[in-house]
């Protein structure tokens, strides 16, 4: 089984072929470079570039791969969540090559493409628990195969990645912010500062991070002389310092919710062996340490995707549509993406990718 999987939800335009051995046959990632003046994506920038490169990365794709569209089985493609006009050049992309080619059609949703990314690489049998952190989402869930999530809890308001881009874009460190922050961090004193571990001692495995973030904006203004963001002026140590600090409190954040989150996931499911970390924020090497550390703590085994397929990319697409078109589950033409699109909704609408083949 041979599957093209395409991601366009947000800034990457990326196209990768696996197949049901767990081989990456090719893969391409464009990560888009128009938003860096802006210090953040432009929806409608981001939707013209994927239109103008989706077709030369398919076929780049393909080539690298020494494969035809003729020896595809399937194409999937991020359905949603995301930015609709870039959701829509890949779907409509995908639907075509299938209509063309009478093959099958799987919209994923690309929180399912993180979710199952890690069963590509390491040998995770379904139950196990995941921290799902990226710059738009921060959930954790119990994961029991393609499409059966339970949510244990999530974000009540910033997503952790989009946390580590607002400080990074206070501190005028550009973005994305996550891997900016990591890389300083590491000369910085996590001590230094004080700041809030929200909804810490809370029952509840839900998250929250935009008091961490305001916290730090106070941390930042009083280095200005004016009290005003913009203008502060901060020793290049104290930049290391808030650096690590920050990293320290979402790292607390995590494992504070995780380790209520480990409890109930082994009373739901004593079988269960991994706590996995996936989603742009699984890149960050310290955070990854601090997980691994209670998940042992805890008789659980820790994986995460390799630091490069933490990221956007379309090989977690090209998986999931295995995992999918293994279970028969493939999408009709008509299927339309969606912009919101929660992962554990079981309603048969949200699941409009869950049609028998
Ligand atoms: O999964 P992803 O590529 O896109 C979304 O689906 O949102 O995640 C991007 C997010 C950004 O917020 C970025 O700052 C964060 O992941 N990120 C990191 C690191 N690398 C990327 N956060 C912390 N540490 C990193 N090393
Ligand atoms: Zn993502």
């Keep these: 089984m041979i599957i093209l999987g395409i991601e366009s939800s947000c800034d990457e335009t990326a196209a990768s072929i696996v197949n049901d051995k767990k081989e990456i046959l090719a893969q391409t990632i464009l990560s888009q470079q128009e938003h860096i003046e802006f210090g953040g994506v432009v929806p409608e920038i981001a939707a013209r570039s994927h239109l103008e490169y989706i077709d030369g990365i398919i076929s780049d794709t393909l080539k690298k791969a020494n494969l035809t569209f003729d020896d595809l089985d399937a194409v999937a493609a991020a359905a949603g969540p995301g930015l609709i006009g870039g959701v829509v050049v890949g779907v409509m992309t995908a639907k075509a090559i299938c209509l063309a080619k009478n093959i099958p059609f799987i919209a994923v949703n690309h929180l399912e493409g993180h979710a199952l990314m890690p069963r590509l690489i390491d040998n995770i049998k379904y139950p196990y628990l995941l921290l799902l952190a990226s710059g738009g989402h921060c959930q954790i869930l119990e994961v029991s195969g393609p499409d059966n999530y339970k949510r244990l809890g999530t974000t009540i308001d910033d997503a952790a990645g989009e946390a580590f881009d607002k400080t990074a874009k206070m501190l005028n460190l550009g973005y994305p912010g996550g891997p900016k922050i990591e890389k300083l961090a590491l000369n910085g004193d996590e001590n230094r500062f004080t700041l809030p571990r929200p909804l810490k001692g ?59 989150a480990i409890k109930e996931f082994k009373s739901n499911h004593p079988q269960g062996e991994h706590l996995v970390i996936s989603g742009g924020v699984a890149a960050n090497k310290y955070i990854r340490e601090k997980l691994e550390t209670l998940a042992n703590k805890n008789g659980l085994k820790f994986a995460a995707p390799p630091i490069k397929l933490c990221t956007d990319n379309g090989t977690m697409i090209a998986w999931a549509g295995i995992e999918r078109l293994q279970k ?13 699109w929660p992962l554990d909704d079981t309603t048969p609408q949200a699941r409009g990718a869950g049609v028998k083949a």
């Design 328 to 340: 028969g589950l493939t999408s009709p033409l008509d299927f339309k993406p969606k912009p919101r």
């Design 202 to 260: 809370k029952d509840g495995c839900n998250l929250s991070f935009s008091g961490l973030k305001t916290a730090t904006r106070h941390i930042i203004e009083s280095y200005a002389p004016d009290g005003k963001i913009n203008n502060a002026q901060i020793p290049e140590q104290d930049l290391y310092d808030i650096c690590a600090s920050f990293q320290l409190a979402i790292s607390d954040c995590f494992t504070n919710k995780l380790s209520l």
